[in-house]
Nanobody
Framework: QVQLVESGGGLVQPGGSLRLSCAAS????????LGWFRQAPGKEREGVSC???????YYAGSFKGRFTISRDNAKNTLYLQMNSLKPEDTAVYYC???????????????????WGQGTQVTVSS
């Protein structure tokens, strides 16, 4: 049984940093491409970053340079390091497994098979 559990969200001031974690069970982490998405109130879910099974990384829009996706295969955990946070980064953040080994930059929800429940990130002064 595949399960994903996000953690690490919370309240942070503008300019601060957070590291989100996604603990996986029921599969080996490097068998699939992996992604982070987010959804702000009243908006559609959008792609943030993804990671191929071979380690290649991709970032959407303005996230490159501020956010870093990584994985620890020994711990079966996916991470999203977020720096220089802005109020517009406030959202629920989700991790997900792609159905294949490569994700690219399509950011399509339909290509991701398993999802966590999300963790709330609030950026406010």
């Amino acid at each position: 049984q595949v399960q994903l559990v996000e953690s690490g969200g919370g309240l942070v001031q503008p300019g601060g940093s957070l590291r989100l974690s996604c603990a996986a069970s029921g599969f080996t982490l490097d068998y699939y491409a992996l992604g982070w998405f987010r959804q702000a109130p009243g908006k559609e879910r959008e792609g943030v970053s993804c990671l191929n099974s071979d380690g290649t990384t991709y970032y959407a829009g303005s996230f490159k340079g501020r956010f870093t996706i990584s994985r620890d295969n020994a711990k079966n955990t996916l991470y999203l390091q977020m720096n220089s946070l802005k109020p517009e980064d406030t959202a629920v953040y989700y991790c997900a497994t792609h159905a294949l080994t490569r994700c690219g930059t399509r950011w399509s929800d339909s290509e991701y098979r398993y999802w966590g429940q999300g963790t709330q990130v609030t950026v406010s002064s």
